[in-house]
């Protein structure tokens, strides 16, 4: 079952994101604050009464890009607002193609009712879920490599990513 995030679910989140991506992971502050916006969705994913994965997203204006990304690199500009996937983390992260394909729909849904029918993810360059195939993933969700962009980690690491988008039926 996919529902909307609960406060009570920050703690899981948190566990999720850890156990995936390890120091990259996010942590408590980081999930109260996107509670806190209100341009921010975050879906669970809940099986047998507990989470198993997540995705959080915003909706951006055309100009705007995320104060932790810099150097926005395009083939054609973001011309309208746009969904930003932020954090994608599931039990099989990217594995089960037709669970963690529902979530991806889930989010493109709410996000429509949001206003935004543009869908992008910043992936990084060396993803570590590159041997799961996150690449083929969202392309066989129907994103397609639109650029580059840079995502401050740190103070002094910038990561570099491919910017995947989807265009939403019109």
Known sequence: MIRTAKISDIARLVDIDSAAYGSYGADR???EEKFASDNVGILVVEEA???SGFCVFEILRSNQIP???CDL???KPLEDTWTHIIAFTTSTNYIDLESDGQLVRAVEEKAKI???DIFC???SVEHPFEKNDVFGFWKKNGYERAGTIKWKAS???LIECYFYC???AR
């Open 155 to 157: 103070s002094n690491e």
């Open 29 to 31: 502050g980081y999930f």
């Open 166 to 168: 989807k265009l939403g």
């Open 121 to 123: 993810v910043p992936l």
């Open 114 to 116: 949001m206003g935004s």
């Open 49 to 51: 009464g507990d989470v």
């Open 73 to 75: 690199k395009l083939r």
């Open 67 to 69: 104060p932790d990304f």
